[in-house]
């Protein structure tokens, strides 16, 4: 079972663990006050829906619970500051999403129930297998985009863990 760290809002968190309350995945929501308990855990992904401001002291905590997750998923249509103070002393796998064309996974339309999400480059799921570049449609019940944000992570867990 992934365990899955995300900074994201509430109500989109629990939009995403409604999408996958049948597939055996664990969220947990990190906020700028839960980031120092949970330093010492080990996500499988780590989720960045939205920047999170944070003090100078808790950059060191946040910089440790990237540096051990497996993936960074990353909102590619946020400027996120968080990133620009973190140095990370060894890669790690970043899967970029969004509306911006350089994503590895981009929305190429929105339609009112549907939109079209392409993977750009191949990407490795956890079961070392490649996921090779695709488009997708996805259906969808409104077009706020937070929503559309949502429907594109769980379509990036679905993809990684095979779920």
């Given amino acids: 079972m992934p365990l899955v760290g995300i900074i994201a809002k509430k109500r989109d968190i629990q939009a995403i663990k409604k999408e996958l309350a049948e597939y055996e995945v664990e969220i947990i929501h990190l906020n700028k006050e839960s980031l120092k308990n949970m330093k010492n855990i080990i996500f499988k992904d780590l989720i960045i829906l939205e920047d ?3 003090q ?7 910089e440790e ?3 051990k997750a497996e993936y960074l998923i990353l909102n590619s249509d946020i400027d996120f500051r968080v990133l620009k103070y973190i140095k990370l ?4 796998k970043t899967i970029t999403f969004g509306f911006n064309p350089k ?3 981009t929305i190429s339309s929105v339609k009112e129930d549907k939109i079209l999400v392409c993977l750009q480059r191949n990407i490795e799921n956890g079961d070392k297998e490649i ?4 488009e997708k449609e996805i259906e969808i019940t409104k077009d706020s985009n937070k929503k559309i944000y ?8 679905k993809e990684l863990h095979n779920l």
């Fill in 52 to 54: 999170i401001n944070l």
């Fill in 56 to 62: 100078e002291t808790e950059y060191s905590y946040m």
């Fill in 65 to 67: 619970i990237i540096s």
């Fill in 89 to 92: 002393k060894k890669p790690i």
């Fill in 103 to 105: 994503s590895t996974i």
């Fill in 131 to 134: 996921i090779e570049t695709q």
């Fill in 150 to 157: 949502n429907k594109l992570v769980v379509f990036i867990l």
